[in-house]
């Protein structure tokens, strides 16, 4: 598995199968191409031996807080889950964020989404806060940070 910063190109890769790699739902317009044109020293993509998309992350560096850096996006096709991947696209967005001088790590992720909940926790997570409406009406997040 290799595993490089995100070009521009990969967008298109990523659009193609992410509502797919969710089971159908849409989840495309959650990650437009500007992380992939503007954020690719905080953004990742893994490809198997046969150069085939096998996950992604897509993150930033705060310009608000500037501790911290912040995961927008990950996800890993359903034929690589379980076999440590993602933990993979987060070390490496842990070392790109460490060599930036950010000291913590942060996203969020849906109440009803415990499989996120649990993953984020055994990579050092801790839950900050449940905030309700936070991405609009009905749209509650978990927030999680972990220290760097």
Do not use: K
């Not at 989840?27 to 500007?34: A, E, G, K, Q, S």
């Not at 897509?58 to 996006?73: E, M, N, R």
């Not at 001088?101 to 900050?128: D, K, M, W, Y």
């Amino acid at each position: 598995m290799n595993v490089r910063h995100a070009e521009p190109a990969d967008h298109a890769r990523v659009a193609a199968v992410i509502d797919d790699w969710w089971g159908g739902r849409q989840m495309r317009d959650m990650l437009p191409r500007l992380f992939f044109a503007h954020f690719r020293d905080t953004a990742f993509v893994a490809e198997d031996d046969d150069g085939e998309l096998a996950g992604f992350l897509c993150g930033f560096l705060s310009q608000t807080c500037p501790d911290q850096a912040y995961v927008h996006f990950v996800g890993v096709s359903p034929a690589q889950r379980g076999e440590g991947l993602a933990r993979r696209l987060y070390e490496h967005f842990f070392e790109a964020a460490r060599a930036a001088g950010r000291t913590s790590v942060h996203c969020v992720t849906s109440p009803q989404n415990s499989a996120s909940i649990a993953f984020h926790r055994r990579l050092g997570f801790e839950i900050e806060d449940e905030q309700e409406n936070y991405d609009g009406a009905g749209e509650s997040r978990v927030l999680l940070a972990r220290a760097l």
